[in-house]
């Protein structure tokens, strides 16, 4: 058995800051609320209604997870947004078109009393998009610093004993770390000069880990993924995740695809079609930002599959990810899937899947258990990218020698293995010796 992990209580306020006021992150605040009212259950929330089972199975011990670590408590949150677009979040959620008028209007004060603070947004990063609720500064450095500023008054003006940043935001054009990503002093010296490879998501990123708050990132963009952040996250002892939540189509990857290693079956193509009408659609129109979705979308195979292992199996995947913008569905997005397998003596075989899913719906709670969990993390004296927290992205951060682990059931385990292992209880490895113990 572990030692239990000495974990600071969670008393007092936890601010969660997001960054991007869309879909997403009014979906996740009004959901919250709701909750918090008895109006609604946390549907997809493992820190809400997941248990974790202890010890033996005869010991019949599951408490809920909730129970079992010390989180934050839902009425203990408060909620700031960074958005170039003003709305509030009742207005922003109205656009978003995700929940409808009897979830919104019994917290529409609530949700109006959310205001973005301004951003900072430069529509060469994003490019179908505007917005004037937009910070000016004499340069990259200059902006992250007045983030900074926002983070302590938020802290101060609502009382909060902690924070948590969720970058909620656009899917920034596609960028490759470079020569001012390597080092701190790079990335320092970069923002001053406004370098082009500093993207806005970066400097919440960079002002975030400063103020000692711990950052995830929704999206697929470097923001919280590179070196020169990583040595900051070390320094102030912050931890980070990321990146890209990981809810439709590539939840279903993740599922089947183990399946089929599993069972052995071979595989010669996958092609997933996407239909959407939303605002993460329209910017994801344009071919840089999709480029940066649809890396993350396509790494997921190459690491569950193993072809470098499994030649015959899995070889020669074709593997094909589209996303196309199409403004009559809204956020309920459609997944198509079809995937040409082949089984005993090499006959092949199809499988279908169509997901009419909705996709803020099943991101908003993984933002709250993120904020929940990076919050514990800090609390229990975890540091740097928290790799226990790969079941909630697309593209988990690994430690540069490492791959990532995207079977979900792997990361499932692991991540309940963690809060056992942080409680002092023994990790569960299905084994079964116990039963001779
Ligand atoms: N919904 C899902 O299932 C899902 C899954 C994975 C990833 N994501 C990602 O989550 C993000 C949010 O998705 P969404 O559907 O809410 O999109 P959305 O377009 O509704 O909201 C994004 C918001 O971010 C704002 N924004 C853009 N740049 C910003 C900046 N520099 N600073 C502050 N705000 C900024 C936009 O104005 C917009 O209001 C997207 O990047 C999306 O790709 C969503």
Request: hydrophobic share 40%.
């Amino acid at each position: 058995m572990s030692r239990r992990t000495d974990i600071k209580p969670a008393e007092g306020k936890l601010g969660v800051l997001l960054v991007g006021l869309g879909a997403v992150a009014t979906t996740f605040v009004a959901g919250v609320e709701a909750v918090r009212r008895g109006r609604a259950q946390p549907i997809g929330s493992l820190t809400q209604l997941g248990h974790i089972r202890l010890g033996k199975r005869t010991e019949n011990r599951n408490p809920l997870i909730k129970e079992f670590v010390p989180l934050a408590a839902l009425d203990d949150l408060v909620f700031g947004a960074w958005d170039p677009i003003p709305d509030n979040a009742y207005e922003a959620a109205v656009k978003a078109g995700v929940l409808e008028a009897r979830d919104l209007e019994p917290s529409r004060e609530f949700l109006e009393s959310i205001r973005p603070m301004p951003a900072v947004f430069d529509k060469s990063y994003v490019r179908n998009l505007d917005g004037e609720n937009v910070k000016r500064g004499k340069n990259k450095r200059e902006l992250a610093e007045q983030l900074r500023e926002d983070i302590r008054r938020f802290k101060e003006e609502h009382g909060c004993s902690r924070l948590v940043t969720v970058w909620c935001g656009s899917t920034e054009i596609f960028l490759q770390p470079s020569e001012v990503h390597q080092t701190l002093a790079a990335f320092e010296a970069a923002m001053e000069r406004n370098d082009p490879q500093i993207a806005p998501s970066m400097l919440y990123a960079y002002a975030s880990i400063s103020e000692g708050v711990p950052f995830a990132n929704g999206a697929p963009g470097l923001t919280v993924d590179f070196p020169a952040i990583w040595e900051l996250a070390r320094e102030k002892r912050v931890p980070i995740a990321g990146k890209d939540f990981k809810t439709g189509q590539t939840f279903m990857k993740t599922v089947l695809a183990p399946a089929l290693k599993a069972r052995m079956l071979g595989l010669s193509g996958w092609f997933s079609a996407n239909i959407l009408g939303n605002r993460d659609g329209l910017v994801l129109d344009d071919p840089d930002s999709f480029k940066t979705k649809e890396e993350s979308k396509l790494g997921v195979l190459d690491y569950i599959l193993q072809p470098e292992l499994y030649p015959e199996l899995y070889g020669e995947v074709y593997h094909k990810v589209r996303i196309n913008y199409y403004p009559p569905r809204g956020d309920n997005k459609e997944g198509w899937d079809n995937l040409d397998i082949f089984g005993w003596l090499g006959y092949p075989m199809q499988i279908k899947v169509d997901f009419l899913c909705r996709d803020s719906i099943l991101a908003a709670p993984i933002v709250l258990d993120l904020a929940l969990f990076l919050d514990l993390a800090q609390r229990a004296g975890m540091h740097g990218i928290q790799e226990w927290l790969s079941f909630y992205w697309k593209s988990p951060m690994t430690a540069p020698e490492l791959y990532p682990e995207h079977d979900l059931f792997i990361q499932h385990m692991k991540l309940k293995n963690t809060l056992r292992h942080l409680q002092g209880e023994k990790e569960i490895t299905h084994l079964g010796l116990d039963y001779y113990e």
